[in-house]
């Protein structure tokens, strides 16, 4: 079974799209994350959830809203896609307050052209 | 605030040579500090983590040592395989109200035959 799973694996999309990435864990953990990583293999961080409430959200563009349904998901949505926006996206969670490791998804590669 | 620093790459070496990855981190409080490994095309997987100072993480033939007098978490191998090419990040977990993630900005590693 995957901890963590995201879908979908590639986005290629054009500009002014809306797309939506969709990211699960079966884990039972209460905190979830999403990072963008950039050509450069930068890893920056742009939402934290913990059951389903924001607790993190770094400067990242209005056009990026992140929707927790439940706290087993955490889906990341981008309005008006830029060309900027291309990098892969990655979901991960984590046990709170606890210290322990965060598991991630395999990524989703974004492509904006 | 409370960051990561790695040392610069890309790191090319040999097959069997020795491997350091230079790891300091700035935080407040007492961070539990991790190594994660991306393989091409993949997410990032935890490759050891310590919790506290002077313990030791091991895995694959890596370590790494927790050294608060320092603030380190610097990443060795005694002999570097091909297949150990990837991308190295460091990265540490603040034990706060809710688990804050900090990662390094990634080192490449490339092992030659």
């Known amino acids: 079974d995957t901890a963590v799973s995201q879908t979908p694996k590639y986005l290629v999309t054009q500009m002014g799209n809306d797309k939506s990435i969709k990211c699960e864990q079966n884990l039972g953990h209460d905190t979830m994350y999403w990072y963008k990583q950039d050509s450069k293999k930068f890893l920056k961080i742009m939402f934290s959830?913990?059951?389903?409430?924001?607790?993190i959200n770094e400067t990242v563009p209005n056009r990026f809203s992140p929707k927790s349904p439940d706290k087993a998901h955490l889906n990341l949505h981008i309005n008006s896609l830029e060309l900027g926006d291309s990098a892969v996206y990655f979901c991960a969670s984590s046990l709170p307050s606890g210290g322990t490791e965060a598991f991630f998804g395999q990524g989703t590669r974004l492509t904006v052209v | 605030g409370d960051s990561v620093t790695q040392m610069e790459g890309p790191v090319t070496l040999s097959e069997e040579a020795f491997l350091t990855i230079n790891c300091t981190y700035t935080?407040?409080?007492?961070?539990?500090l991790f190594w994660y490994v991306q393989y091409p095309g993949e997410g990032l997987q935890l490759l050891l983590k310590?919790?506290?100072?002077?313990d030791k993480g091991s895995n694959k033939g890596f370590e790494a040592t927790y050294r608060k007098e320092t603030t380190s978490f610097h990443l060795e191998k005694g002999s570097v395989q091909v297949s150990d090419s990837a991308v190295y990040f460091c990265?540490?977990?603040?034990?706060?109200?809710?688990?804050?993630?900090?990662f390094g900005p990634g080192t490449s590693l490339s092992v030659i035959p």
């Open positions: 935080a407040t409080g007492y961070p539990s």
């Open positions: 990265a540490l977990i603040l034990k706060t109200s809710y688990d804050k993630v900090i």
């Open positions: 310590a919790t506290k100072a002077d």
């Open positions: 959830y913990n059951n389903k409430e924001l607790i």
